[in-house]
Antibody, heavy 122, light 108 residues
């Protein structure tokens, strides 16, 4: 059974750095074809991909946020960490992590965490 | 970036009726890399369809997907009360992966 979990609600001040840890179970991020990604959703708005990391440490970042994002994995702890610098109130959103399968059967993002609300306010 | 455009923004349907949701990509995408999700308030998206037409595990047969190239469709054959939600299409053919803006299926 695959599960992913993000931390509880977070309040950060403008210009601060956000660090989110996705803790997962039921799969290994050392398995070929597997990845974990981060997606966010501002209140009442659509979903937006932020970053993802694959089993082989290949990484992808949203072009519009690339300078502010960093994604890393700790395979031994079953965790993926997303860091976003210079937070702004427009970054207020629910942040989700998701399990991804691209090989051998490409399913894409299938299992998601429940999401965590990040509020940026002074 | 591939822009995914969903229509209509809101679809008012009576229980038992058929719902047809559209998703258009700004450039052709490989069918393998098109998914549909259902999202209810306060919940994470739930995978319904991958590969444009394959139902994910546990998804009822009333949900079906079709299409290719730039035009894709999600059909719910006979709406049940639990199907009223927001539906998103997503392409993961070319990074950055992108979602449509969603179609809200509401009770008529």
């Amino acid at each position: 059974q695959i599960t992913l979990k993000e931390p509880g609600p977070t309040l950060v001040k403008p210009t601060q750095t956000l660090t989110l840890t996705c803790t997962f179970s039921g799969f290994s991020l050392s398995t070929s074809g597997v990845g974990v990604g981060w997606i966010r959703q501002p209140p009442g708005k659509a979903l937006e991909w932020l970053a993802l990391i694959y089993w082989d440490d290949d990484k992808r970042y949203s072009p519009s946020l690339k300078t502010r994002l960093s994604i890393t994995k700790d395979t031994s702890k079953n965790q993926v960490v997303l860091t976003m610098t210079n937070m702004d109130p427009v970054d207020t959103a629910t942040y989700f992590c998701a399990h991804i399968v691209v090989y051998p059967l490409s399913v894409g993002p299938d299992y998601w965490g429940q999401g965590t609300l990040v509020t940026v306010s002074s | 970036e591939i822009v995914m455009t969903q229509s209509p923004a809101t679809l008012s349907v009576s229980p038992g009726e058929r719902a047809t949701l559209s998703c258009r990509a700004s450039q052709s995408i490989t069918t393998t890399y098109l998914t549909w999700y259902q999202q209810k308030p306060g919940q994470a998206p739930r995978l319904l369809i991958y590969g444009a037409s394959t139902r994910a595990t546990g998804i009822p047969a009333r949900f079906s997907g079709s299409g290719s190239g730039t035009e894709f469709t999600l059909t719910i054959s006979s709406l049940r009360s639990e199907d009223f939600a927001v539906y998103y299409c997503q392409q993961y053919n070319i990074w950055p992966w992108t979602f449509g803006q969603g179609t809200k299926v509401e009770i008529k």
